[in-house]
């Protein structure tokens, strides 16, 4: 069973020590900006946080430099990996989805055609930035490393190329107001 006292930080970070050995807590954000980052969001507080509640827990050790920038290594421990394990083994859960863009949509009755264009217009952008991002660390092999992260990247591409094409299909619905909410709409604003 997992370990319920870890956050899903920590876990990320146990997985990260685990593949590429140790890490200051500077070098794990780096590493989950460029990996898991894409996917799953962490504030920069909790990135450092957690490798000192890990070290607390006895599932990291820490070593701290003794001269210049005094930084901290992390090392994962056996029972590091052992509530790795115990993670990566349990029941997935159910996906979780947070977009702020399918939030503001939830709420589009409330607005003007126009606006939600631009909604839409913007998560295009946005989608395609991301799946040029994602096609680029294809080109440059960036992945090959382990196989686990050419798989998930994979999944990134066609979570992209569906947002891309989703978001385009709401641009042209609310052009030249053609969405299909009339009535809706109208009660809403008598409200």
């Known amino acids: 069973m997992a370990n319920p006292q870890l956050s899903t930080a920590g876990q990320v970070i146990l997985g990260l ?4 050995g140790p890490k200051t807590s500077y070098e794990l954000h780096e590493l989950i900006d460029q990996s ?12 450092y946080a957690a490798p000192r509640k890990l070290a607390e827990l006895g599932l990291v050790d820490e070593e701290q430099e003794e001269d210049g920038r005094r930084r901290r290594h992390f090392t994962i421990t056996d029972a590091g990996r052992e509530a ?4 990566l083994n349990s029941p997935g859960g159910r996906p979780e ?3 702020g863009g399918l939030l503001r949509l939830f709420f589009a009755d409330l607005n003007d055609d126009a606006e939600v264009k631009r909604l839409a217009d913007e998560q295009v952008e946005l989608h395609k930035a991301r799946l040029n991002d994602y096609e680029h660390l294809v080109k440059i092999g960036r992945t090959e490393a ?6 998930a990247l994979r999944a990134g ?5 569906s947002q891309v094409a989703f978001w385009g299909e709401v641009s042209d619905a609310y052009t030249n107001g053609k969405s299909k909410r ?10």
Request: proline share 2%; hydrophobic share 45%; charged share 25%.
């Open 17 to 20: 020590l685990a593949l590429e």
């Open 36 to 47: 898991v980052g894409n996917f799953w969001n962490f504030p920069r507080s909790q990135v």
């Open 84 to 87: 790795l394990m115990s993670w």
């Open 97 to 99: 989805l947070r977009d």
């Open 146 to 151: 382990f196989d686990g992260a050419t798989i």
């Open 157 to 161: 591409l066609h979570y992209e190329r």
């Open 182 to 191: 009339g009535a809706r709409k109208d009660a809403v604003s008598a409200r």
